[in-house]
């Protein structure tokens, strides 16, 4: 037997979807070497819902869950729905102090972790007492699932009310790009509705290559596999090697992911089989365009981008018909403009000269807003300030920045810290990115703005280059002369080559590091002097200089 028909009614609550699978014999998760039905899935989930329960104290019903992409990541999330507990993602990569702020800020009675991460929270300060900590290698982990299992097969499970759609079900953390991660609410309500239809069916396989943590993996992966019956082929870490092996193991059918991925797959060696595989299409926003075109020259795939985020408010949904690189069009009902994020104003249409210059970017470009789409975000946790700003004159803010042409195509600009202000112009970063990542031989591009030393910004690019390759300063200088839709602002003062562009956990590109090191880099760096057009390396000398520039205009303030 299999789960619902398509095209029937879609469960209201996310316990709903998992138990619309508990009778379907057909494939639900792949790891490895093993298979288990989703009528297997779901016992499995039973399980775990069994124990979460019974290990369920006074106070929030949050479960912490620090590992990696494996079965029992799976388990928990679905247990924690049939539960009514709400899963908080933990990300691996971060320590220390940030890491115990994650878990004490948001109230985990409970954390579920493995021998392999146990060691990184024995090392940080947290509010709950050691032995909620639950090693998912260890005996104790063991007993609890056998008892469990008794529980399931005899039908004695221990209960709690059953999960409605306002029941929160799991707390995602924002990537942190300005300022510290703040945790989403997602209800089992909100679970379910981001797949009320699917396009995929039980003969696909969807290859989980996000991590489990991140609401992409999520709403792009585990909740359309529930929703069509399709099967999770699952790595415990994304692999750019091991990526098409798997995709033909599994006969992958579709994979999604944010960011770089697709450039780290690219980076592999080429063989003439590149193209054997099952995989109809990519779900990728933030993919670099030049990804984008080689990847689907190399492996016949098409790219779809799109955009969303973590909450989960504006949706543009992607649209073959529209420009390569733009956002999408919005989500049915959603009404999205760009204001200006001082007055409220809304923006004036970008226009463009013949060779596709943006002319108007100081006009245009704004921020993301949608004037009916607070009812879509369900608030952060426990942060009543980051909610307010969100939510300004009752409008959802996204703090995203972008410009909207005259076909009405929308396009994305970058993040609010990515604004550059260079001699009296106002710009944004993303738009001059997409031409610089036309460079033969880039890799990969990052944009940001650093200080000029009397006042403004200057531009800085982080150019990242394949394995071998040598930047040349004289070519960069002629191909910028010939990028026509380049603006006269936008050429950057300073080149920073290097070994690979900082990333966060889920392969978006981190500025935060190149903009805190500015020029103080061993890195190969280049830049123009003032009304040249050559980029010549910099020095230390120069590096000398410039610093005494900042130092004297700082003098000269105090003394304004």
Same mark, same amino acid.
């Given at each position: 037997?299999?789960?619902?028909?398509?095209?029937?009614?879609?469960?209201?609550?996310?316990?709903g979807?998992?138990?619309?699978?508990?009778e379907?014999?057909?494939?639900?998760?792949?790891?490895?070497?093993?298979r288990?039905?989703?009528r297997?899935? @779901?016992?499995? %989930?039973?399980? $775990?819902?069994?124990?979460?329960?019974?290990q369920?104290?006074?106070?929030?019903?949050?479960?912490?869950?620090?590992?990696?992409n494996?079965?029992e990541f799976?388990?928990?999330?679905?247990?924690?729905?049939?539960a009514?507990?709400?899963?908080?993602?933990?990300?691996?990569?971060?320590?220390?102090?940030?890491?115990?702020?994650d878990?004490?800020?948001?109230?985990?009675?409970?954390?579920v972790?493995d021998?392999?991460?146990?060691?990184?929270?024995?090392?940080?300060?947290?509010?709950?007492?050691?032995?909620?900590?639950?090693?998912v290698?260890?005996?104790?982990?063991?007993?609890?699932?056998?008892?469990?299992?008794?529980?399931?097969?005899?039908?004695?499970?221990?209960?709690?009310?059953?999960?409605?759609?306002?029941?929160?079900?799991?707390l995602?953390?924002?990537?942190?790009?300005?300022?510290?991660?703040? #945790?989403?609410?997602? !209800?089992?309500?909100r679970?379910?509705?981001?797949? %009320?239809?699917?396009?995929?069916?039980?003969?696909?396989?969807?290859?989980?290559?996000?991590?489990?943590?991140?609401?992409?993996?999520?709403?792009?992966?585990?909740?359309?596999?529930?929703?069509s019956?399709?099967?999770?082929?699952? &790595? $415990?870490? +994304?692999?750019a090697?091991?990526?098409?092996? *798997? =995709?033909? $193991?599994?006969?992958?059918?579709?994979?999604?992911?944010?960011?770089?991925?697709?450039?780290?797959?690219?980076?592999?060696?080429?063989?003439?089989? *590149?193209?054997?595989?099952?995989?109809?299409? @990519?779900?990728?926003?933030?993919?670099?365009?030049?990804?984008?075109? %080689?990847?689907?020259?190399?492996?016949?795939?098409?790219?779809?981008?799109?955009?969303?985020?973590?909450?989960?408010?504006?949706?543009?949904i992607?649209?073959?018909?529209?420009?390569k690189?733009?956002?999408? &069009?919005?989500?049915?009902?959603?009404?999205?403009?760009?204001?200006?994020?001082?007055?409220?104003?809304?923006?004036?249409?970008?226009?463009?000269?013949?060779?596709?210059?943006?002319?108007?970017?100081?006009?245009?470009?704004?921020?993301?807003?949608?004037?009916?789409?607070?009812?879509?975000f369900?608030?952060?946790?426990?942060?009543?300030?980051?909610?307010?700003? $969100?939510?300004?004159?009752?409008?959802?803010?996204?703090?995203?920045?972008?410009?909207? *042409?005259?076909?009405?195509?929308?396009?994305?600009?970058?993040?609010?810290? *990515?604004?550059?202000?260079?001699?009296?112009?106002?710009?944004? #970063?993303?738009?001059?990115?997409?031409?610089? %990542?036309?460079?033969?031989?880039?890799?990969? @591009?990052?944009?940001?703005? @650093?200080?000029?030393?009397? !006042?403004?910004?200057?531009?800085?690019?982080?150019?990242?280059?394949?394995?071998?390759a040598?930047?040349?300063?004289?070519? +960069? =200088?002629?191909?910028?002369?010939?990028?026509?839709?380049?603006?006269?602002?936008?050429?950057?003062?300073?080149?920073?080559v290097v070994?690979?562009?900082?990333?966060?956990?889920t392969?978006?590109?981190?500025?935060?590091?190149?903009?805190?090191?500015?020029?103080?880099?061993?890195?190969?760096?280049?830049?123009?002097?003032?009304?040249?057009?050559?980029?010549?390396?910099?020095?230390?000398?120069?590096?000398?200089?410039?610093?005494?520039?900042?130092?004297?205009?700082d003098?000269?303030?105090?003394?304004?």
């Open positions: 037997m299999s789960g619902p028909e398509a095209g029937s009614p879609a469960p209201t609550t996310l316990a979807l998992i138990l619309s699978r508990a379907d014999e057909t494939d639900g998760l792949l790891y490895e070497d093993r288990w039905s989703w297997e899935v @779901v016992v499995e %989930a039973r399980v $775990r819902a069994d124990v979460l329960i019974r369920r104290r006074p106070g929030p019903f949050h479960v912490g869950v620090l590992l990696e494996v079965p799976i388990f928990l999330l679905l247990g924690a729905g049939l009514g507990a709400a899963i908080v993602g933990i990300n691996p990569t971060r320590r220390g102090a940030e890491l115990a702020r878990i004490n800020h948001t109230d985990c009675q409970l954390i972790t021998a392999g991460m146990r060691p990184v929270l024995d090392e940080i300060a947290l509010d709950l007492p050691p032995e909620r900590i639950l090693d290698d260890g005996p104790a982990w063991g007993e609890a699932l056998a008892v469990a299992s008794e529980a399931v097969a005899r039908a004695d499970l221990a209960s709690l009310a059953a999960p409605d759609a306002d029941t929160l079900f799991a995602l953390f924002t990537s942190g790009s300005t300022g510290a991660p703040k #945790a989403v609410r997602m !209800t089992q309500g679970a379910a509705r981001t797949v %009320a239809d699917s396009r995929f069916t039980p003969n696909d396989v969807l290859y989980c290559a996000m991590p489990l943590y991140h609401g992409n993996a999520l709403n792009a992966n585990l909740f359309p596999a529930l929703r019956g399709a099967a999770i082929a699952l &790595r $415990r870490r +994304f692999s090697s091991g990526f098409l092996p *798997d =995709a033909r $193991r599994y006969g992958v059918t579709f994979f999604n992911t944010v960011g770089r991925a697709l450039n780290h797959i690219l980076s592999t060696p080429e063989t003439e089989d *590149d193209r054997h595989h099952s995989i109809k299409y @990519v779900l990728g926003p933030e993919t670099a365009p030049a990804d984008v075109r %080689a990847f689907r020259k190399r492996f016949g795939t098409p790219v779809i981008e799109g955009y969303g985020s973590s909450e989960n408010a504006i949706i543009m992607p649209d073959p018909e529209l420009p690189g733009s956002l999408g &069009r919005p989500l049915d009902g959603i009404d999205v403009v760009i204001l200006d994020p001082v007055t409220g104003e809304q923006k004036p249409r970008a226009r463009y000269d013949h060779h596709g210059k943006l002319l108007n970017a100081g006009e245009a470009i704004g921020e993301l807003v949608s004037r009916n789409a607070t009812s879509r369900e608030g952060y946790y426990n942060n009543p300030e980051a909610d307010a700003e $969100r939510t300004r004159n009752g409008w959802y803010w996204s703090g995203d920045l972008g410009y909207r *042409d005259e076909a009405g195509v929308y396009w994305f600009a970058g993040r609010n810290a *990515d604004w550059i202000r260079v001699d009296g112009e106002n710009f944004a #970063a993303a738009p001059v990115e997409r031409i610089l %990542a036309r460079f033969p031989g880039a890799d990969g @591009v990052a944009v940001y703005a @650093v200080p000029d030393s009397r !006042t403004g910004d200057q531009v800085m690019v982080a150019i990242e280059m394949p394995a071998g040598t930047f040349d300063p004289d070519a +960069f =200088a002629a191909f910028l002369a010939e990028q026509r839709d380049l603006g006269t602002k936008w050429a950057p003062r300073y080149v920073r070994d690979a562009l900082p990333v966060g956990a392969n978006k590109i981190d500025k935060r590091p190149l903009r805190a090191e500015r020029w103080e880099t061993t890195d190969p760096l280049f830049w123009r002097a003032a009304r040249t057009e050559t980029y010549v390396r910099f020095t230390a000398a120069d590096a000398d200089e410039l610093r005494a520039e900042f130092e004297a205009n003098r000269a303030n105090l003394l304004r």
